[in-house]
């Protein structure tokens, strides 16, 4: 008989979209494309229904309206990232202004991918729901290569990837470069990967380095 496992819950990711939709509201006018309460907006206006599409079993209109959001965030990134590098040659900006916005930038690409490989992943969170435990996807976790017996000695069986998960693995391909202690499987993780790393060198090595020298 298989043991019973709880749904993952979907708070965190939740909480990851409408913060993204804040860091956004507090980027500088100028670096933002339209009003700067608009991504916010937009970003809630996916992800709550999004929610109340999941609690009632709709699983596809969850993922039309999660996949929504996740476009909305994306592009929102790629638009503030392309208007900091074409202002700062010119100047526009303070030096307090440009850390900022590339702090803020940092931090929204961490949450932004984290996203999308925990949508992904296994075929994305509805469909890891079914499983009984985590086996085969994009990313090689440890708890992965473990086997049924120690899982169970360690508590970790049933195990499922969740939301902290893919968190900690954006956040080690932010800051190192590299997934780390999670081997990429799949070709377009690998790909993700490189656009995400892109993003936050940057981030951190051009825009951040550039106002540190004209403080």
Partial sequence: MRESREREPRWPALAAGLGIGVLF???PDP???GPRW??????AAM???????????????NDIFAYSGLVITTLALISSLTLLILRLPKHLDPPGALLRAAAELWVSNVLVFASWYWRLDGGG?????RRHTHQAGAFLFPQMTLSEELRK???QHPWNPGFVDYLFLAFNTSTAFSP???PVLSRWAKVMMIVQSSISLAAIALLAARAVNIL
């Fill in 180 to 182: 780390t202690d999670v």
């Fill in 31 to 33: 670096l933002t494309a």
């Fill in 125 to 129: 969170p509805n469909e890891r729901d």
């Fill in 153 to 155: 000695e360690l508590g």
């Fill in 38 to 43: 608009l991504p916010l907006l937009l970003i």
């Fill in 47 to 61: 992800l709550i229904p999004a929610s109340v599409f999941h609690r009632a079993g709709r699983h596809q209109l």
């Fill in 25 to 27: 509201y507090l980027m």
